[in-house]
């Protein structure tokens, strides 16, 4: 599926053989997902899969899905997946992201597929490609780079500076 | 406020005086909009402002907006300020965007200001810059760079392709 | 080798049976590449690879390749990859790229293998992944995702705006 | 000139007294500038501006500045902007950068004016506006947003990894 083969890219182990639980948990603390019916649909090494099936709450003015929630499951399913390279007591913080529309997101469901590019000391660059499906054919309609910074893990949350 | 202060910065003056009411109903039309109580505030030549409370809808795990409603309310606003350049038979698509994050999204609205950098032929590129208000302050907490397609109006919705 | 595998990605056919020939006048005429010994590997329909060597002219302060030749050797791979899928009366220009640093570029010669993610009426969509050869291995040093916009030939070079 | 000017921006005082010293030093060992004749022409806390004349070494097929050569003055100025702010200890790497293309670099100069949006514990945020003169006259002609991770200064140079 999508993922971007780079010539050096090396199958990374789960420092935190609690990773798909640690995941999952946060998953279900989303109310993002939780009220756009987002479903974890898949949790490995280095890839995390989500689905978000259309919904009023999800459509722009023209009936697709609104570019913000292509990139919200983007960016949930690029972001979970570098959780699967954090260490027990990490999680991360996006930085930044880019995202590029490759087609109208017009269909019932979309399918994001995240994955770690690099698992540096400070940072961690992930991909996300996003796929709708239309008439129960796949049709691709974003690409996100995402870049995410580690953190030591805060009750509080996360801060960024 | 948030403006790209560049070299050559001209006001642009909207083709279509009827730009407003064009942006309020697209706004209107919008599912996420309403879904997310976001508010359409200010609507001027090369200036859109939107703001989002929040809600158990817009949260990630610790409790803050979500990166991915931050990207929305930020798509929404400076896809907005591209509207009031278009041509009255015009609309626009997102190219692809990129945001950086500033620090946590941590409050209790998110307010949203997007304006014009540059009306091209094909292309416009606008900017967004996002504060959360935290007790009464307002901080910032994401900037984004936006490029859109100009589309000829089509009923059934634009196409990128 | 750096191809994003997206569900839906298909060969596209050069619509320009001379594209070849275009694109290696274009990379003759660059004065850039001339400077910085570039060289221009291979032309394939949506594929085109470029290789620079490392020089004085092309190091930071730290003896490595300065991180804007990465992104010129990327901007050209990725650029030309999309020359491959234009008309005969077309060229394109550049609308924005986003490029992430995998790796410091240290070693005797970069390799920037562009591609065609997505070819658009009025976009074209190109990637590009650069790595870098240090004692005889390839390590990826850079990613870059491209929007390029579709312009009719001019000889006065084309204009954006 | 270019700054965005963001709600809660505020001076940052550079904790390097020697910080001027540093980057200009820095510049020195940079065989890109010199190889482009790059000038730096200002550093001012959480500023900087560098100069590129046009020559045959930065010309693309067209006879502009290529957009690699924007993108390399924009990275040079918004990186030794983010240096502006470091400790004396430290120096920073590029982790990624995204620039729009706002009008074709047809010119005698290019003048890049970076500037720090944000100095975080573990992330710089800087952006940089390039112009070219043209007949005289300054006319935009792209925008960068740039994030740079702070490093720990090394003689052999930082790794990101």
Redesign the interface.
């Known amino acids: 599926?999508?993922?971007?083969?780079?010539?050096?890219?090396k199958e990374i182990l789960p420092p935190d053989d609690n990773f798909q639980e640690k995941i999952r948990q946060?998953?279900r603390?989303?109310?993002?997902m939780?009220?756009?019916n987002g479903e974890l649909v898949d949790v490995r090494p280095c890839y995390v899969e989500i689905h978000l099936p259309f919904?009023?709450?999800?459509?722009?003015?023209?009936?697709?899905f609104?570019?913000?929630?292509v990139?919200?499951?983007a960016?949930?399913a690029s972001?979970y997946a570098a959780y699967t390279v954090l260490e027990a007591d990490e999680e991360c913080?996006?930085?930044?992201?880019?995202?590029?529309?490759?087609?109208?997101a017009?269909g019932s469901k979309l399918i994001a597929r995240g994955s770690v590019?690099?698992a540096?000391?400070?940072?961690v660059?992930t991909?996300c490609?996003v796929?709708v499906v239309r008439e129960g054919e796949?049709?691709?309609c974003a690409?996100m780079?995402h870049?995410l910074?580690r953190a030591k893990y805060v009750k509080?949350?996360?801060?960024?500076?």
Not at 1 to 9: I, K, P, Q, Y
Not at 55 to 62: D, V
């Open positions: 599926m999508a993922t971007f083969e780079t010539v050096g890219r946060s998953f603390h989303q109310g993002v939780a009220a756009l919904s009023e709450a999800t459509r722009q003015q023209h009936g697709f609104h570019g913000g929630m990139a919200t499951v960016d949930s972001g913080l996006s930085a930044e992201f880019k995202i590029n529309f490759l087609s109208p017009r590019i690099k540096g000391r400070q940072l660059i991909e490609s796929s796949e049709i691709d690409l780079l870049t910074a509080s949350g996360p801060h960024s500076d």
